[in-house]
């Protein structure tokens, strides 16, 4: 993991078309601003956590319509 300081106003540019900027910082709280192409998904990370584990349900389950609406 890399660490890096940053000061308020101060930015990081990451793979050439990703700008963090540091905007605030109260106490032990940063607010980010995050510029980044429409395409790139942005989550927090309990959020993406809990996408994945969605999809890992998700491959689980029964693979066939018939199987979905067998006990129906």
Known sequence: M???SRKKGEALVLNNNIELTILEVKG???????????????????????????NREALEAPATLNELFKNS
């Open 2 to 4: 890399l660490a890096l």
């Open 28 to 54: 032990d709280q940063v607010k980010l601003g995050i510029k980044a192409p429409r395409e790139i998904p942005i989550y927090r990370k309990e959020v993406y956590e809990q996408i994945q584990q969605a």
